[in-house]
C-alpha cells in the first residue's frame, strides 16, 4: 500500500511563501506522474501542479510564475514551492501519485494539508 504524507502547510500572511513537502512509501519513480491539488471550502477539488516521471511540468493558470513543483528521488518527496501566495491559495492541499498496471489506472492521496493565506 502507497502512503503519501504531506507537510508544510500553515498560516502565512499575503505575498508570503510556504514549501509543501509530499513524502512517497516507495521510489516516486514508479508512478507515471506526482502532483498537488487543492480544495477551497465550498468549492471542488483542483489540479494546481503537477510533474512526471519524466520531469515534465504544469501548473494551473492561476499559480504559474508563482508555484514551483519539484522532486528529489533520492528521499522519494514532492515538494511545492509557494511563492506570493494569495488569499485565494487558502485551502487544502493534497498530495496525488498515480501509475498505470496493465491497462488500469492506480490512484493515490495524501491526508492534505491546511494552507490559510490571511489578507
Known amino acids: 500500500q502507497v502512503q503519501l504524507v504531506e507537510s508544510g502547510g500553515g498560516l502565512v500572511q499575503a505575498g508570503g511563501s510556504l514549501r509543501l513537502s509530499c513524502a512517497a512509501s516507495?521510489?516516486?519513480?514508479?508512478?507515471?506522474?506526482m502532483g498537488w491539488y487543492r480544495q477551497a471550502p465550498g468549492k471542488q477539488r483542483e489540479l494546481v501542479a503537477g510533474?512526471?516521471?519524466?520531469?515534465?511540468?504544469n501548473y494551473a493558470d492561476s499559480v504559474k510564475g508563482r508555484f514551483t513543483i519539484s522532486r528529489d528521488n533520492a528521499k522519494n518527496t514532492v515538494y511545492l514551492q509557494m511563492n506570493s501566495l494569495k488569499p485565494e491559495d487558502t485551502g487544502v492541499y493534497y498530495c496525488?501519485?498515480?501509475?498505470?498496471?496493465?491497462?488500469?489506472?492506480?490512484?493515490?492521496w495524501g491526508q492534505g494539508t491546511q494552507v490559510t493565506v490571511s489578507s
Open positions: 516507495r521510489n516516486i519513480f514508479s508512478f507515471n506522474s
Open positions: 510533474i512526471t516521471s519524466g520531469g515534465n511540468t
Open positions: 496525488n501519485a498515480d501509475h498505470i498496471r496493465g491497462g488500469v489506472v492506480f490512484d493515490y
